[in-house]
């Protein structure tokens, strides 16, 4: 149980108004360490525990810089070299007692710990340690070790923004007015049409020692555990618009996967989307409206939250002048151009691409990067693509040549969003089945249109190329903590 004096006095700590006696001992973090003012009461007796960035020796006294996570910055930990344990060593784990003071070089740091005790909460073998202190390590060269790279300074802040920038996507759409819908990750669709799923069976079956009771079983259903087969989603959405058939706004924000056998920088196996769905919309400004609208707040939430932590991340790991980029995402409107228009550009530069241009072709990566830069780097929405590029459930236009789709291109990546009006005609809807994807599999889906159906529209934003976006991330694998792709699977 939480003491309510204790979290009272906490408060006072922080806000330089308690003074603390020998006998109240306070564990705080790195992060409200930095924030005390010593100069408005005295603390002492304060407990810090964190892992250890850099140490070093001056005199009578050692110098820990240490890190719990909680910030880019490191606390300075002083100590007297008598009371500095042989073991406390760089990447080792450390429990500093002593007090709080103002730094003799403020502009570095504002407080510094003086410490009457350190203690070695877990050891480290530095040598054998593969990232050495006040060393630079390049992406690729971190990349090899996914279990310990969460304790450097770059990944550090990377998780800080991933988590900052979750908790204002859920703030953007609960203020909207939208309902969160924890959509399955078992599914017995291809949402994208495009056969890249992976199957799920019992590992007995993978072994050959599955018993099926063949009497309880249909013949169709006998060899899958669920009686049909089974993959991991490749999105949310056909489960989001069955949630829009009874609330008008619906959201979701989980993990997708994708059987892509693509060893590039740009994909993922495993990746995580935030998609969305609006009912009683016949507009595509109004989907628009609500992608430009959730990726400004949480862009403009990130920079107020985690300033600090991009910079470091942007200033390291890519290029300074991204920071560019980043400002313009967030004060300027995004633009706006047709498909035709898109293709019309390209045409005048068509010697410039590898991949043929006309209309009717799907844009490739060089196209959409082209396009951003065509427009000084600032993301571009495309709309009103041909109907054969999309899939079956994206509104035909009036024209009967092209559909109400938009895809959003940015920076770095190329297209990090797409979306479109729901086709909610009937007899449309079953004539593209007939062409694209078996019917007999979505008989459910063609029923929301049946009863009670509604305009309605939606799209998917990939939260990893949002990241790669804000934070000017080459690689996508950098973009994600654990990353999952073909014969990758560490952890």
């Given at each position: 149980?939480?003491?309510?004096?204790?979290?009272?006095?906490?408060?006072?700590?922080?806000?330089?108004?308690?003074?603390?006696?020998?006998?109240?001992?306070?564990?705080?973090?790195?992060?409200?360490?930095?924030?005390?003012?010593?100069?408005?009461?005295?603390?002492?007796?304060?407990?810090?525990?964190?892992?250890?960035?850099?140490?070093?020796?001056?005199?009578?006294?050692?110098?820990?810089?240490?890190?719990?996570?909680?910030?880019?910055?490191?606390?300075?930990?002083?100590?007297?070299?008598?009371?500095?344990?042989?073991?406390?060593?760089?990447?080792?784990?450390?429990?500093?007692?002593?007090?709080?003071?103002?730094?003799?070089?403020?502009?570095?740091?504002?407080?510094?710990?003086?410490?009457?005790?350190?203690?070695?909460?877990?050891?480290?073998?530095?040598?054998?340690?593969?990232?050495?202190?006040?060393?630079?390590?390049?992406?690729?060269?971190?990349?090899?070790?996914?279990?310990?790279?969460?304790?450097?300074?770059?990944?550090?802040?990377?998780?800080?923004?991933?988590?900052?920038?979750?908790?204002?996507?859920?703030?953007?759409?609960?203020?909207?007015?939208?309902c969160l819908v924890h959509t399955p990750i078992l599914t017995s669709n291809d949402c994208e049409g495009a056969g890249e799923v992976f199957k799920?069976?019992?590992?007995?079956?993978?072994?050959?020692?599955?018993?099926?009771?063949?009497?309880?079983?249909?013949?169709?259903?006998?060899?899958?555990?669920?009686?049909?087969?089974?993959?991991?989603?490749?999105?949310?959405?056909?489960?989001?618009?069955?949630?829009?058939?009874?609330?008008?706004?619906?959201?979701?924000?989980?993990?997708?996967?994708?059987?892509?056998?693509?060893?590039?920088?740009?994909?993922?196996?495993?990746?995580?989307?935030?998609?969305?769905?609006?009912?009683?919309?016949?507009?595509?400004?109004?989907?628009?409206?609500?992608?430009?609208?959730?990726?400004?707040?949480?862009?403009?939430?990130?920079?107020?939250?985690?300033?600090?932590?991009?910079?470091?991340?942007?200033?390291?790991?890519?290029?300074?002048?991204?920071?560019?980029?980043?400002?313009?995402?967030?004060?300027?409107?995004?633009?706006?151009?047709?498909?035709?228009?898109?293709?019309?550009?390209?045409?005048?530069?068509?010697?410039?691409?590898?991949?043929?241009?006309?209309?009717?072709?799907?844009?490739?990566?060089?196209?959409?990067?082209?396009?951003?830069?065509?427009?000084?780097?600032?993301?571009?929405?495309?709309?009103?693509?041909?109907?054969?590029?999309?899939?079956?459930?994206?509104?035909?236009?009036?024209?009967?040549?092209?559909?109400?789709?938009?895809?959003?291109?940015?920076?770095?990546?190329?297209?990090?969003?797409?979306?479109?009006?729901?086709?909610?005609?009937?007899?449309?809807?079953?004539?593209?089945?007939?062409?694209?994807?078996?019917?007999?599999?979505?008989?459910?889906?063609?029923?929301?249109?049946?009863?009670?159906?509604?305009?309605?529209?939606?799209?998917?934003?990939?939260?990893?190329?949002?990241?790669?976006?804000?934070?000017?991330?080459?690689?996508?694998?950098?973009?994600?903590?654990?990353?999952?792709?073909?014969?990758?699977?560490?952890?």
């Amino acid at each position: 149980m939480i003491c309510l004096s204790k979290v009272r006095q906490l408060r006072k700590l922080f806000l330089g108004g308690l003074n603390v006696t020998r006998s109240t001992l306070f564990s705080i973090d790195v992060k409200h360490a930095l924030l005390v003012d010593p100069e408005q009461s005295k603390h002492s007796n304060i407990t810090v525990k964190g892992w250890v960035r850099s140490v070093r020796t001056h005199k009578e006294s050692a110098f820990f810089h240490i890190n719990d996570g909680s910030s880019i910055s490191n606390l300075q930990v002083i100590v007297p070299l008598t009371k500095v344990p042989r073991n406390a060593t760089f990447g080792s784990c450390i429990e500093a007692v002593g007090s709080l003071v103002t730094s003799l070089l403020p502009l570095q740091q504002p407080v510094e710990l003086m410490a009457d005790k350190v203690t070695v909460i877990g050891e480290c073998n530095f040598r054998d340690y593969p990232f050495k202190a006040k060393k630079k390590h390049s992406l690729d060269y971190i990349r090899q070790y996914p279990h310990l790279r969460l304790r450097t300074l770059t990944f550090g802040a990377l998780m800080r923004i991933r988590s900052a920038a979750t908790r204002a996507i859920h703030e953007y759409f609960q203020r909207e007015g939208f309902c969160l819908v924890h959509t399955p990750i078992l599914t017995s669709n291809d949402c994208e049409g495009a056969g890249e799923v992976f199957k799920v069976e019992p590992i007995e079956k993978i072994q050959g020692t599955l018993k099926t009771d063949e009497k309880e079983r249909n013949e169709e259903g006998a060899a899958n555990f669920f009686g049909v087969p089974t993959f991991l989603t490749v999105s949310g959405q056909l489960h989001l618009e069955v949630a829009s058939g009874a609330f008008s706004k619906v959201y979701t924000f989980g993990p997708t996967f994708r059987a892509e056998n693509s060893r590039t920088r740009h994909h993922l196996s495993e990746f995580y989307m935030i998609e969305a769905e609006i009912s009683f919309t016949e507009t595509l400004e109004d989907i628009i409206k609500y992608i430009e609208g959730m990726l400004k707040f949480t862009s403009e939430e990130i920079l107020n939250t985690c300033s600090s932590d991009v910079q470091f991340f942007v200033k390291n790991s890519s290029d300074f002048k991204h920071l560019e980029i980043l400002e313009n995402f967030v004060t300027k409107t995004f633009l706006r151009m047709s498909y035709t228009e898109a293709i019309e550009i390209l045409t005048q530069n068509a010697n410039n691409f590898e991949n043929k241009v006309s209309w009717g072709i799907d844009l490739h990566k060089e196209h959409e990067q082209y396009l951003v830069r065509y427009c000084d780097n600032l993301p571009v929405f495309v709309t009103d693509y041909p109907l054969d590029v999309k899939p079956f459930y994206a509104k035909m236009n009036v024209n009967n040549k092209t559909v109400a789709a938009v895809d959003l291109l940015a920076p770095v990546v190329g297209e990090i969003c797409g979306g479109s009006l729901r086709e909610d005609c009937l007899d449309i809807l079953i004539r593209r089945l007939d062409q694209e994807v078996p019917k007999d599999n979505l008989n459910w889906y063609l029923d929301l249109r049946r009863f009670g159906s509604v305009p309605h529209g939606g799209f998917g934003i990939g939260f990893e190329r949002y990241l790669q976006v804000l934070l000017g991330i080459q690689n996508i694998k950098d973009a994600i903590i654990f990353p999952r792709s073909p014969n990758s699977c560490r952890l």
